[in-house]
């Protein structure tokens, strides 16, 4: 598990680069924030999260695969992954911020992606 990323990972360059190509400009990785978003656009108070779907558990097909090798530590990785999430997520809308997430699967489809970030920069 060392050499798994926590920042500048495929899927936040991704989102990184469609935020650019629609005009966005954004800060990365505030510390300041609650859950440390992986980005930040402070003038429209938006926190967006770019989650692997394994490390954060979604309900996905690749989310929802669980490795046959030591089920029980993956299983309550994942859990503490998740309730951790929920943590920041709440204390991110208790201080008045929108919070989103970009799943790694919702990358697959460039154009929906750009969509919904577009939607997200208008309002």
Do not use: S
Request: charged content about 30%; aromatic content about 6%; some cysteine.
């Amino acid at each position: 598990m060392r050499q798994v990323k926590a920042r500048n990972t495929t899927p936040e360059l991704t989102v990184r680069k469609a935020l650019t190509r629609l005009g966005a400009r954004y800060r990365l990785h505030r510390k300041d924030l609650p859950g440390n978003p992986d980005i930040v656009l402070p003038g429209r108070r938006l926190a967006l999260f770019v989650h692997g779907c394994f490390w954060h558990g979604h309900d996905c097909a690749r989310g929802a695969r669980v490795p046959k090798q030591n089920r029980d530590y993956w299983v309550g990785k994942v859990g503490r992954n998740r309730a951790r999430d929920a943590r920041a997520r709440e204390a991110l809308a208790a201080l008045g911020w929108r919070v989103e997430t970009v799943w790694e699967c919702d990358l697959k489809d460039a154009g929906a992606l750009a969509a919904r970030l577009r939607a997200l920069l208008a309002g």
